[in-house]
């Protein structure tokens, strides 16, 4: 499949000043959005959003810097690792109370980190009292740190989600020898300055993308109907993205 990565870019662009629309217009005007798990779905989808914003430009001109595909490898790991949070919390959409412990599990991974590192029992003391929701009275309600496979694992009830959480784990994983280095790490910073290996970097690139967008506009769903205009002409714009020569990528 030969991409036109100006082309892909552009159509990104597009598609995240349009997202950046509907957040603005009917995410924050929502009532429910400073709740849970309402306020963890806007959190992570604003990130998505503000990643794939910048993989547009860098996209758009990675035929001339190909070193740019480094940093789209980096970006769109947590773009991936987003996914799979996004995607653990939303199969269980219709338990709040399950879905707010998610919620909780995940976002407990500062507040483990910053009370172990208290120096003082004033100051886990004071941990406590201030994130009461986290802790069973002196104890951490759970101290286990949740893994993105754990996480994929859990997503059980819906199967259309699994298989992209599915698909988001395999991208995280090659993305992660660049994150982590190893024995593959050199060759993937280097096989895209070849022209085979650049190919291959901007198809998994345009993959990886496409993967958050589906995902994105599945969990915009709960602030938007899908006939919504707003929605149609993301949808559009999503479909011009995510289609080449008019087949799937």
Not at 103 to 129: C, G, P, Q, W
Request: proline share 2%; with cysteine; net charge negative.
């Amino acid at each position: 499949m030969t991409i036109n990565s100006e082309l892909k870019g552009r159509q990104l662009l597009l598609y995240t000043k349009k997202l950046h629309e509907i957040i603005d217009a009917c995410v924050w005007e929502s009532e429910n959005y400073v709740l849970e798990p309402f306020r963890f779905y806007d959190t992570i989808i604003y990130k998505i959003s503000s990643l794939l914003d910048t993989a547009g430009l860098l996209i758009f001109n990675i035929d001339n810097k190909p070193h740019y595909i480094d940093t789209l490898y980096l970006s769109l790991r947590t773009c991936m690792l987003d996914n799979i949070c996004l995607l653990h919390v939303f199969d269980v959409h219709e338990d709040l109370d399950e879905a707010k412990n998610r919620v909780l599990k995940i976002m407990s991974d500062h507040v483990k980190a910053f009370y172990k590192s208290a120096n003082t029992k004033e100051e886990r003391a004071d941990v406590r009292m201030r994130l009461p929701e986290f802790f069973n009275g002196d104890s951490l309600i759970d101290n286990k740190s949740i893994t993105a496979n754990y996480m994929k694992n859990k997503i059980q009830n819906y199967p259309s989600l699994k298989r992209e959480a599915d698909h988001s784990f395999y991208l995280y994983t090659i993305f992660s020898k660049i994150e982590h280095n190893g024995f593959f790490t050199r060759d993937m910073l280097h096989g895209h300055h070849l022209d085979e290996g650049r190919q291959k970097a901007k198809e998994l690139i345009i993959e990886a993308v496409g993967n958050s967008i589906v995902i994105v506009n599945t969990i915009l769903l709960v602030w938007i109907k899908d006939t919504d205009p707003k929605y149609v002409s993301l949808f559009n714009l999503a479909k011009d993205f995510l289609y080449v020569n008019d087949l799937r990528i």
